[in-house]
């Protein structure tokens, strides 16, 4: 089945930098557009990064824009997020998402989408 594998979370101070990391296996990886989403405690969920299967195309949500840079190794089966100028309202649970198709991160159902554990980042001083 399906696993996917959050780590590279942990406690950061503005302005710094930290490297999450997705282990991905039980399906083929190149297949699937892959994303990262996030959510603070009490609070809605937010997307944050996509990247295509073959990674032709990269999405980033305003929020992040700038700051973090997405990449996938398909020889590795795993995706990263490169989260640099951190600030305080980073901080949340990210989790690796596993999308609908190689160009589809979702269409509406969050039923067809796979989810790692999440792992924690906090950024405070």
């Known amino acids: 089945q399906v696993q996917l594998v959050e780590s590279g979370g942990g406690l950061a101070q503005p302005g710094g930098s930290l490297r999450l990391s997705c282990a991905a296996s039980?399906?083929?990886?190149?297949?699937?557009?892959m994303s990262w989403a996030r959510q603070a405690p009490g609070k809605g969920l937010e997307w944050v990064s996509g990247?295509?299967?073959?990674?032709?195309?990269?999405y980033y949500a305003d929020s992040g824009k700038g700051r973090f840079t997405i990449h996938r190794d398909n020889a590795k089966n795993t995706v990263t997020l490169q989260m640099n100028s951190l600030k305080a309202e980073d901080t949340a649970l990210y989790y690796c998402?596993?999308?609908?198709?190689?160009?589809?991160?979702?269409?509406?159902?969050?039923?067809?989408?796979?989810w790692g554990q999440g792992t924690q980042v906090t950024v405070s001083s």
């Open positions: 039980g399906f083929t990886f190149s297949n699937y557009a």
């Open positions: 990247i295509y299967g073959d990674g032709s195309d990269k």
């Open positions: 998402v596993k999308g609908e198709g190689p160009g589809t991160y979702y269409t509406g159902s969050m039923s067809r989408l796979a």
